[in-house]
């Protein structure tokens, strides 16, 4: 075995641990003494790299906007006394280095590398401001919250059953959305091509208020697109997002979604309809999206017969799937 195959197995093992087996009986020796085990967990454990806490990176965002990085804390013991020294506004955890990086001018640029970080997404509520109507920029509340929950279904579900991460931690950020952090010890090495196919594959779209053509239509879905919206997007969307923003409710709201379709024929058809319905008893939102669902899926159109052709999208699965960012 290599010493890279056994930096990485140690550090594998600082995480990615097999799970232990439940309802296991022990045999404890009787000459077994208590003691030894607090001799064990006071002293260092054997397969531990006890230089990995201290290559961590940690940055503090002080008073009056002062950063300070390449801090570097050998025991939980130091960063507290920094921390109550310093008393950071904001504190970050960076990279783990090759070598310390409080110590980092001793060593040549080469020496002084980032040898793992873990896979960190991060989402914010202000992606979602042509989507919802309730809030804008870092403002947010009961019903524009909920987006970010499916954000969060769709992203872990993906990140655990089509790439087999184990180790994730969905936290707030603190101020407009949340972030993901992956732990894996594959994941911490990950280089800068892998992640970004990583995103790619959840990628859907860029949207914002510029955008005409936000999603494609053509063609059969994804697998991962066709889970999220099976297992998440279908019923929340009709069921909770369609009433909790009002999305047809107005002139103003249904264009965003006239937006999407990018047969001119379909979109009048559709106006039409909608203007006429005004004082339709029956709630205008469901009544409207029902609208647009029968139209889609009646084949009408020159850009309904070639999407049944490459894979028909059911029930408006586009307009729900322009709410996923990346």
């Given amino acids: ?53 201290g290559r ?16 570097s804390f050998n025991s939980i013991t130091e960063l507290e006394k920094a921390i109550k020294e310093k008393c950071p506004f904001k504190i970050d955890i960076g990279a783990v280095y ?4 409080a110590k980092k001018d001793a060593y040549s640029q080469n020496a002084f590398t980032p040898v793992e970080r873990e896979l960190v997404f991060d989402i914010d ?11 804008s920029g870092a403002n947010v509340c009961s019903q524009c919250w909920p987006l970010m929950t ?51 594959y959840l990628h859907v779209y860029k949207g914002n208020e510029n955008s005409n053509k936000k999603v494609s239509l053509m063609g059969p879905l994804h697998p991962f697109l066709a889970r999220s919206y099976t297992e998440v997007l279908k019923d ?11 999305l047809f409710s ?3 709201r249904y264009e965003k979604i006239l937006e999407m379709i990018p047969e001119e024929s379909v979109t009048s058809e559709l106006r039409g309809k909608w203007l006429d319905n005004k004082r339709s008893r029956d709630d205008v939102n469901m009544a409207r999206w029902g ?23 059911s029930e408006g699965e586009d307009g729900m799937l322009a709410n996923l960012r990346s």
């Fill in 1 to 53: 075995m290599t010493m890279e195959e056994v930096e990485n197995g140690r550090d594998d093992m600082l995480i990615d641990g097999i799970e232990p087996k439940q309802n296991q009986n022990i045999e404890i020796p009787e000459e077994f003494n208590a003691n030894y085990l607090r001799a064990y967990y006071d002293g260092r454990h054997p397969g531990c790299d006890q230089s990995y806490v």
């Fill in 56 to 71: 961590r990176e940690i940055s503090f965002t002080l008073e009056n906007d002062i950063y300070t990085r390449f801090l």
């Fill in 98 to 101: 090759s070598v310390d990086p």
């Fill in 125 to 135: 509520i202000s992606d979602y401001d042509d989507v919802r109507f309730c809030c």
């Fill in 150 to 200: 499916v954000a969060i279904k769709v992203i872990d579900t993906a990140l655990r059953d089509d790439f087999g991460f184990n180790h994730i931690l969905w936290v707030y950020s603190g101020r407009r959305g949340v972030h993901c952090w992956v732990c894996d010890g594959k994941a911490r090495r990950l280089n800068n091509e892998q992640r970004a196919a990583i995103t790619e």
């Fill in 236 to 246: 929340f969307f009709e069921e909770k997002f369609i009433y909790s923003q009002e």
């Fill in 250 to 252: 107005n002139e103003e």
């Fill in 291 to 313: 609208h647009l669902k029968q139209l889609l899926q009646s084949g009408k159109h020159k850009l309904l017969e070639e999407l049944n052709r490459g894979g028909l999208r």
